[in-house]
């Protein structure tokens, strides 16, 4: 048992401060373990969003000692207790009072995506079949639990909130990457994520890939390719050429 003191954001969307909490922390807790004992002990009214407390819902997203994380997956033995801990709100997104965001941009922006669009069944028997590496390709991209974070780092939406009608961010590029390399579907939408998307605006910082609390490869398994699609449809010269003669893509 030791003492912590944890400086937590307290505020809404017209202003704030860090406040200063000192509890105690019981070995094995995480970060949001101790926020709870702040909450239950300390600041009744202090929100906070959560549900699985298992790193799966991506509710809990925060920017501890300004670092963008989940507080569920974090243990308070990987931080030093013996300075205090800063909690912050992730900033990329509206602040709705203490530790919660508005995060509805990011549904927003889910809903433009053109829906998986399957073919006929292509198995003799009437169903479906797909090679293992193309379900495991898929596999990466389904890991995601809407945390987030990588929306949050990422510098185009982070540091220009005017750019957020005209990009979707790294967390719908895993979606459309999905989608894109899913080999039953049959939907293009590289015209989608080339201007809905704005993908352009990604200068393969890696940021995004670098906070991922699922791992996910995001700039070189989804960006990366995603980018190199678009530019042999629209900017591969022997391509445009053909499409001019024969009038198809
Ligand atoms: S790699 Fe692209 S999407 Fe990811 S954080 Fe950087 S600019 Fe944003
Ligand atoms: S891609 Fe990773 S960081 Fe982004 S929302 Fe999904 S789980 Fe979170
Ligand atoms: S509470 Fe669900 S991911 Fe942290």
Redesign the pocket.
């Known amino acids: 048992m030791a003492q912590v003191t944890l400086q937590v954001f307290r505020g809404d969307a017209n202003g704030g401060e860090f406040v200063d909490y000192t509890v105690e922390v019981d070995e094995g807790q995480v970060v949001?373990d101790v926020v709870h004992t702040v909450q239950a002990t300390q600041a009744a009214d202090l929100a906070v969003r959560?549900?699985?407390?298992?790193?799966?819902?991506?509710?809990?997203s925060a920017e501890v000692n300004g670092k963008p994380l989940?507080?569920?997956?974090t243990r308070m033995s990987t931080l030093d207790v013996s300075q205090p801990i800063s909690i912050a709100p992730i900033k990329t997104f509206p602040l709705i009072r203490d530790l919660v965001t508005d995060v509805s941009f990011n549904y927003e922006a889910a809903s433009q995506i053109p829906a998986f669009a399957p073919c006929a069944p292509n198995a003799d028997d009437g169903t479906y079949r797909m090679m293992q590496q193309d379900v495991e390709r898929g596999q990466e991209f389904r890991k995601c639990?809407e945390?987030f974070l990588c929306q949050n780092v990422c510098h185009v939406i982070r540091d220009h909130p005017e750019n957020k009608p005209n990009f979707l961010g790294p967390r719908q590029f895993v979606h459309l990457a999905e989608l894109e390399m899913h080999p039953l579907d049959t939907a293009d939408r590289t015209e989608f994520i080339r201007k809905t998307g704005g993908i352009a605006y990604c200068n393969i910082t890696k940021c995004c890939t670098e906070v991922c609390p699922e791992s996910i490869h995001i700039t070189d398994n989804a960006i990366i390719p995603l980018k190199e699609r678009i530019a042999d449809k629209y900017y591969d010269p022997f391509r445009w050429i053909f499409s001019k003669l024969t009038g198809r893509d």
Request: hydrophobic share 40%; with cysteine.
């Open positions: 949001l959560w549900n699985c407390k298992a790193g799966k819902c991506g509710s809990c989940l507080m569920c997956m639990i945390c």
